[in-house]
């Protein structure tokens, strides 16, 4: 996936500015940065779920608006942040909501067994028969990935994933996200507000700030004291603990 | 929920409607079959078209908002179809071919009011993002605005001009207009053919336009096909009994309520058979109980008004 040159203004504001960022296949990608720095913006557009003003995107050498709308929604996956669905719906009915892309509705055994997997893989299976509005807000956010994971897109989005997620859930959903990566060679692309996640479990980060494209590489070479304090305008000490950075904001 | 579930509770309302039905057209007969039969019939025909054109349309426009609250009259279609009546009479006569042959003006009704429809989705997407209230905003004044050149035109008009666009123009409840009955249920069965794929798209795009996206369903060819629907269905209702409020919203959220389910096949036969049973039953009442003193509009903008305050009120409550 490449994506070239790509702006987006709204108005008079530029949200995002002339960026060209490869994304490396089959690892994980971290997109950090302050508020307002356009990265959910960037994510939207590689996603289609954004028209763009200028630039292209390519995913595996076709340009997005090029693809079969059909056929991108095998090869990829969205989710943003989403708020609360007036809806009534199971969570299997949720998750295989993520296999229309293959069956239209009509679920084959296959399909079935792919929301089995999904299922298990989020540990839902024992609340895969309860609706979904009466679920936790961490629950929903985990219903919802299973319903990625049952898409099986190469490419995998997701912006704040974390959110409403308490720590072991947080962590349990990066391995999760490492393993599809390691095991199953899917790319992931993050949009991350803790960048203690990031750093711990990213291969690769993207720094955005002002729309801009602050800083790229792998995460050892973002992980950076001079690089973070300018990102965040903060003073944030790099700590290296077992071989892992850590960033210590709290002062 | 099973299916079986949903089956039974689709059984318990068409038994229902049939009941009503019988007791429609059999009360006080008094045996002149001959007579009462085709009369009622004309009439109840238009009373079941009217139900099921409501109840999907309003589905429909619900879910492509995202909102339950709304109603398709929103979207000012009904006051163009008002405009478009008066002004004809207003500008060529009583007697003009226009006014006289009515499948004629109901055909151009449906065009115009298909037109004005894209018209409303091309000002939704020219916008930069995709700008539903905008549309919605658009919709309310221009209906507005139509609402108000009709009532200016129908105040120039002659007296006795005037009394035939109310008569023959105007339909109500109490003055269906049944020469449009088989028109209407032709355009009616071809919709729905032309609606009948769109089904599952519509059932995916309850999670939201973003995730509809992501699930490769092309949202603006969707859209464009629904809002097209609304716009004949709409017409369809408008040409039979008149302008309706309330109708859709009310029996939409009645199907939600009853059948729980994000499934829209399900929804759009439970809503048309509560829509039904609503016109039928309320006619019988207004008819039999009330003895014409008020009209079913009246009852029905009543009712529906009603829910709908309860509906806002519970909104409110469960966002606080």
Redesign the interface.
Known sequence: MDIQKVSKSYGEKMVVGNISIPIKKGAITAFIGPNGAGKSTLLSMMSRLLPKDTGAIYIDGNEVKAWKQNELAKKLSILKQSNGLNLKLTVRELVAFGRFPYSKGRLTQQDQDKIQEALAYLELEEMSAQMIDTLSGGQLQRAYIAMVLAQDTEYIFLDEPLNNLDMSHGVQMMKTFRRLAKELGKTVVIVIHDINFAASYADEIVAMKDGQLFAKGTTEEVIQKDILDRLYEMDIRVVTVDGKQFCLYFN | MSNQKYTRKFIVLTVLLLGLIAAYLTIESNGNWAFILPLRGKKLAAFLLVGMTSAISAISFQTLTQN?ILTPSILGLDSLYVLFQTSILFLFGSGHQLVVNRELNFLISVVLMMLASLFLYAVMFKK??HHLYFLLLVGMVMGTFFRSMATFMQVLIDPNEFDHLQSKLFASFNNIDTSLLVISCVICFVTLLFILPEL?YL??L???R??A??????VSKVTIKLLLMIAVFTAIATALVGPLLFLGFLVANIA?QVF???RHGILFIGASLIGMIALVGGNLIVEKVFHLETTLSVVLEFVGGIYFIILLLKERKGEA
């Open positions: 339950r930069r993002g599952k059932n995916v309850s999670l939201g973003d995730q996206i992501n699930l490769g369903v092309d939600y729980q389910t994000y």
